[in-house]
Nanobody
Framework: VQLQASGGGLAQAGGSLSLSCADYRRTFSNNAVGWFRQAPGEEREFVAAISWNGGSTTYADSVKGRFTISRDRPKNTVLLQMNSLKPEDTAIYYC?????????????????WGQGTLVTVSS
């Protein structure tokens, strides 16, 4: 596994969780990295993405203002800080590396996927 996602768990509505995506082999330091999520019975959807150097970020409207994506280049880790969580944020969250260095919201641009981590938000 080239990308390792962690940090999921159970939170109450209004609470916070922090997800981490580790690139242990330092394979994707020049690639944009994104977070996606998939709820039961739903299609996988874009959440947030960050460019190769962390200089550019983009978010889905549903999480804008609540989630923050960041990149620790020395540690080859991408973080997703999730605040003001809502029950509708419940999903399996996946991190992925894009084929490009700049951000993209398109699932098709992401070629390398980590395993997911489950986030459950209770009301």
């Amino acid at each position: 596994v080239q990308l390792q996602a962690s940090g999921g768990g159970l939170a109450q509505a209004g609470g916070s969780l922090s997800l981490s995506c580790a690139d242990y082999r330092r394979t994707f330091s020049n690639n944009a990295v994104g977070w996606f999520r998939q709820a039961p019975g739903e299609e996988r959807e874009f959440v947030a993405a960050i460019s190769w150097n962390g200089g550019s970020t983009t978010y889905a409207d549903s999480v804008k203002g609540r989630f923050t994506i960041s990149r620790d280049r020395p540690k080859n880790t991408v973080l997703l800080q999730m605040n003001s969580l809502k029950p509708e944020d419940t999903a399996i969250y996946y991190c992925a590396a894009a084929r490009r260095s700049m951000v993209s919201m398109l699932l098709s641009e992401y070629q390398y996927w980590g395993q997911g981590t489950l986030v459950t938000v209770s009301s």
